[in-house]
């Protein structure tokens, strides 16, 4: 399960950087973008102080939908439910009457979807799964595909301009057999209404990709054994404009199901989504910085 270091503690290590003090990133979690890279100091719009400045359940361990009343993946690898964050409740291909999530609250469940209403589920749902035939049994994770559609999930969340932000995700194909052979999704990050897409490096591997590679769609093949999540790793990096204190994350599916139709409501498994920030300064040999990459003059 991934945290994220609150930005009021990033704010009082750039003050300590000010007095030269400052230890080196890594002690404090966060993603070094220059030799002496810190946080910059807080500074917000009034929508943006709404917004969390981290990704919230990045994990989807929230809401546990174990010994709920949940649907089964064929051949019983993970139990699965719909979310429906909008009317705190769920559905299932068993129950589409949607039933309340006790207690259930939005904000600590973060995400928002794009999927539409169709075949008896509501519009906005986003599925959870969890892990039942794996290797870690009990884990939860997201499937972004959701009812005969390349869709999307996301986030709305707080930053400010100049911000390097470094985000990070696992990412599956279903891989068991029947399946496709591998699914494809894209990290798009900006303005809400204005994202891009940011390009993706591998940083780890189910055996199948090759690490450090770097493209604009993430494609995670399925292994030789057929495992249901063989996950890999991956990361990008996005720069905040100038005047933006909002932007958006969106994790887009680009391929679904498999070839010949029959599962088409089934792909691009992710789990673990989280970005850390971070403001390069420039280093003038006297002390003094300038809010530029590090370097001597």
Known sequence: MKTSTPRWYKRAIAMIAGLGLVAPLAACGQT?????????PQAYSVAAKTLPDHIVNGDFEYPS????ATDKIMDGYAWWAYILPDEGASQTDQRKAPKT???FDANRFGWKSLTPAVNGFHA????LQRDVKGDTPGMQFAEIVSEL???????????????????SL?????????????????????PPGHETVSPATRVTSNGTGRIGETDTTITTHATADRRFHPWETYTGTYLVPDGVTVVRFTFRALTYGDTSGSKTRSGNL??????GATYPLTYDGNGN???NTPQRK
Do not use: C
Request: hydrophobic content about 30%; aromatic content about 8%; glycine content about 14%.
């Open 32 to 40: 070094d973008t220059g030799a002496n890279a810190v946080s910059q």
């Open 270 to 275: 992710v789990d673990d989504i989280s970005f």
């Open 149 to 167: 559609g390349e869709y999307a999930i996301y986030q709305d969340v707080s930053v400010q301009p100049g911000e390097h932000l470094s985000w």
């Open 170 to 190: 696992k990412h599956a194909p279903r891989g068991y057999t029947g399946q496709r052979n591998a699914d494809q999704m894209q990290v798009l990050i900006g």
């Open 65 to 68: 939908i174990a010994g709920h």
């Open 124 to 127: 906005g749902t986003v599925e």
């Open 289 to 291: 910085t300038d809010g």
């Open 101 to 103: 999530i006790t207690e």
